[in-house]
């Protein structure tokens, strides 16, 4: 990441095939001051954000095409996304479904529903991080 | 073996045969006892009327016998009945003499009892032939050593007196010589008749019954000829009662075993006794030469230097004899041995099959040997024995060769049958073992896939529960209590709509998984009313829209032919609509037209839902309404897998029908058909969909 021109507003891939949901979690990011690209599945958001290459990506796990923890994998095998922070949001909570998720090198983990205050209050956390 | 001691016994005889066979026997004893008590004086009564009279009658029991039981080969009976009509005609003859008051000796009566003796012994050999065929040669050497050590006494104690005897003429010793001759050849046949063979038959056993009376009446009357010279009453009497004797084994119902063929040798129960019996046979030359030796009254040297000589030479013959039968029961045993391992190795019941028939085939060298199917036909051949396996007849091992060969391997051959039974036992066992282990996995996988399939059902329906409530949640917290800031009018609108929406939508999805376990339960019941298809399928339309608009997908409503009013349940219709309908938006893409068709003839009414979307494959149309199956052209859109059953089990309920036709890339069309229903048919009543 040193290798990018730094930003005005952070850039946050958000990617889900649920159309509301983009919409919710776009919304809210962008009223927070993030610039948001939306995916509506695996494959497009992979394309994105190796194209794009943002700040954060906030992934769904369900998703066509490509789901949430093989896209979290790719994306820590990219050179140029591998330490992008990422955020998996899922509807599953199974335990071993969260355990899946780190595995596959996620940085946090959203369960839905969720609260969208919270959602930006964690992005917030970890681009503030930085 | 059932099928051959069948063949060993006799016609059925009736009551009346057994009646007459009682008569005959009766009137023979009362004849010898006749014989017996009229006093010696009266000879001419004795040997003119009973002695012939006797002769007569087994001559004519034999005879009728031959007639009435019609034996295989009636040739061993009719010379018997021929040996004893010689005598008959020696003894006529002989009461002549009486008659005349003379007793020439020797005399032409002499001739005809000498002649009788080889008649008898050539029925008893065509008996011999048939019945024992195939018996090997211990049982004539057995005899013969008999015969020979009985020759040596009948030499030293009958014969040699005779030639010694100054009082009687070289004429008159020949001819006694020739009856001791006669009886030789009678104890020899006889003795081989009775080794090796079953006689135990009512008839065989009267037949050795007469040939015994017979060697011991003659036995008695040579030896009272010999010391007294005149008492020739107790002879006489045995050889009488032995005549009666052959009579009753003619008459007997069992008479025509003499010379039916044994195909299943007899247990050899008596090899030890034989062997015994031979060995005191074998010692009885060396123990009289010792006895004579010491008592210092002269030695028959020559006789027993012949008798020593003929024994040791009928042993080496049966030394020989038991040799190349233990060969060739070590051949069998070797042959059965590979055969049983053979069959361990073989694995189908071809193979099987082939290798009882190549090991029967070697067993009998020369004959033929198969495994037929069991139609009842294997009785025909030579040989036959069932192969059972668990208890049901499923073939006949059978083999063709001569007789001897048969009888040699008949054990053997059983053995090869029964081994061959095992096997396919086992080989039936493995193959249902095979059978019930390929039945439990494919249910394992069965079972495996349905527990997949429910796993993934969990998986997606909290996922399409989640997905919703996380719209209506969110939405709803930005309206009411976030820290998101002001919103405009047109976005609280947009917002609450979005909420109503997921809402419809969350509700829709309840819906499906409740009708899903009311079907599972059969607690899926109709109400029905008359039911404005035209309107419903519009408002269906139209809570659809938003949905479809916000994935650019247009949907039409066309009408032809608007239906009467459906006697239907206009909820499972609407629920019906609802899931083709957001299917068809689904897989539609952006752009993408939906037309919903509703139209009617006269008794039925048509609805179609047609898209422009991804198509399902013409393999998996079959499977499309199973519940849980989603197409694999599906997996880029998420969905329960409910929809569809759901759709056909509304149908179904209906009395009505629902089609598919797709093709992958064009677009798929669901026709659904519903009959139209008098409403006053039933009227007022919910009925039981399933």
Redesign the interface.
Same mark, same amino acid.
């Given at each position: 990441m040193s290798a990018q021109p730094p930003r005005e507003q952070p850039l946050v891939l958000a990617a889900d095939?649920?159309?509301? +949901?983009l919409? +919710?979690v776009s919304? @809210?990011l962008e @009223?927070a001051g993030y610039t948001v690209l939306l995916a509506r599945?695996g494959a497009e958001a992979l394309e994105i954000a190796l194209r794009e290459r943002p700040d954060l990506a906030l992934l769904d796990v369900?998703m &066509? =095409?490509l789901d949430g923890f093989e896209l979290t994998r790719r994306l820590r095998e990219e050179e140029a996304t591998s330490r992008m922070p990422i955020i998996l949001l899922t509807? @599953?909570?199974q335990d071993a479904d969260v355990q899946q998720g780190f595995d596959a090198g996620a940085d946090d983990y959203i369960r =839905? &529903?969720?609260? &969208?205050?919270e959602l930006r209050a964690r992005v917030q956390a970890i681009l503030g991080r930085r | 073996m059932p099928s051959t001691s069948a063949r060993d016994g006799v016609a059925a005889a009736g009551a009346g045969d057994r009646k007459l066979w009682k008569a005959g026997v009766g009137t023979s004893l009362a004849l010898c006892a006749v014989f017996v008590l009229v006093p010696a004086e009266h000879d001419l009564v004795r040997y003119g009327i009973v002695y012939p009279l006797t002769e007569a009658l087994a001559v004519a029991a034999i005879v009728y016998g031959v007639l009435r039981y019609r034996p295989s080969a009636p040739s061993a009976w009719l010379l018997i009945a021929g040996g004893l009509a010689t005598w008959l005609a020696g003894d006529l003859i002989w009461a002549y003499y009486l008659f005349k008051d003379e007793s020439p000796f020797p005399s032409p009566a002499d001739f005809f009892y000498l002649a009788g003796y080889l008649v008898i012994v050539g029925g008893l050999l065509v008996a011999v032939r048939r019945r024992a065929a195939g018996v090997d040669m211990r049982s004539w050497l057995d005899a013969g050593m008999f015969a020979v050590v009985s020759g040596l006494f009948a030499w030293i104690f009958l014969v040699e007196p005779t030639i010694d005897d100054p009082s009687i003429s070289a004429r008159e010793a020949f001819v006694s010589a020739s009856y001791v001759a006669g009886d030789l050849l009678l104890l020899l046949v006889a003795v081989r008749f009775v080794m090796g063979i079953s006689w135990r038959f009512r008839s065989l056993e009267l037949l050795v019954l007469g040939l015994c009376l017979t060697l011991a009446g003659d036995v008695v009357f040579q030896l009272a000829l010999d010391s007294a010279g005149s008492s020739l009453g107790s002879g006489d009497t045995l050889l009488l009662l032995g005549i009666a004797s052959f009579g009753a084994a003619g008459l007997h119902e069992t008479m025509p075993a003499l010379t039916e063929p044994i195909r299943v040798p007899s247990k050899e129960r008596y090899d030890d006794l034989r062997l015994v019996l031979l060995t005191a046979c074998c010692l009885i030359p060396p123990a009289v030469l010792l006895v004579e030796w010491a008592s210092g009254t002269g030695l028959h040297l020559v006789a027993l230097v012949v008798t020593t000589v003929l024994i040791s030479l009928l042993a080496v013959a049966r030394a020989e004899v038991a040799a190349r039968r233990a060969m060739r029961t070590a051949q069998r045993e070797s042959l059965l041995g590979s055969y049983a391992s053979d069959l361990m190795r073989a694995d189908d019941e071809e193979e099987l099959y082939g290798m009882a028939t190549r090991t029967a085939a070697s067993l009998i060298d020369d004959g033929s040997a198969a495994v037929v199917p069991a139609d009842g036909q294997a009785a025909a051949h030579a040989f036959s024995v069932p192969v059972e396996a668990r208890g049901e007849h499923v073939a006949d091992l059978v083999a063709d060769a001569d007789l001897l060969t048969i009888r040699r391997n008949h054990y053997a051959l059983g053995t090869v049958a029964d081994e061959l039974s095992l096997a396919l036992e086992r080989e039936q066992l493995r193959k249902r073992e095979q059978e019930a282990l390929a039945a439990l996995s494919a249910q394992n996988e069965r079972l495996l896939e349905l527990d997949r399939m429910k796993d993934q059902f969990v998986?997606t329906i909290?996922?399409e529960?989640?997905?919703?409530? !996380?719209?209506? *949640?969110?939405?709803l917290?930005?309206l009411t209590g976030?820290? *998101?800031?002001e919103l405009s009018k047109e976005e609280r609108e947009r917002f609450l709509g979005?909420v109503d929406?997921?809402c419809r939508r969350l509700n829709r999805l309840v819906d499906d998984i409740l009708t899903v376990a009311r079907i599972d339960s059969a607690r899926f019941s109709l109400e029905r009313r008359n039911v404005d298809v035209v309107r419903l399928a519009s408002e269906r339309i139209e809570s659809i829209r938003a949905t479809a608009e916000?994935?650019i997908v247009g949907v039409e409503l066309t009408v032809e032919n608007p239906p009467p009013p459906l006697y239907a349940d206009p909820m499972r219709l609407g629920q019906l609509l609802d899931n083709l309908l957001s299917n068809a938006v689904k897989f539609s893409p952006e752009g993408g037209t939906v037309r919903l068709n509703v139209g009617s003839n006269e008794d039925t009414v048509h609805i179609e839902v047609a898209d422009s979307g991804v198509g399902i494959p013409a393999d998996e149309q079959d499977e499309l309404f199973t519940r849980f199956f989603r197409a694999s052209t599906a !997996?880029? *859109?998420?969905g329960t897998g409910l929809g569809l059953s759901i759709a056909k089990s509304i149908v179904e309920a209906h009395g009505g029908t629902i089609t598919v036709a797709s093709e992958v890339g064009v677009g798929t069309t669901f026709s659904v058909d519903l009959p139209v229903q008098a409403p006053q048919e039933t009227a007022g009543k919910g009925e039981a969909a399933r």
């Open positions: 095939d649920d159309e509301d +949901l919409g +919710l919304f @809210r @009223r599945d369900m &066509p =095409k509807a @599953r909570s =839905k &529903p969720f609260s &969208p205050d | 998986s909290t996922h529960l989640r997905t919703p409530l !996380s719209s209506m *949640v969110g939405y917290e930005m976030s820290d *998101v800031g979005i929406r997921n916000q994935r !997996s880029t *859109v998420q």
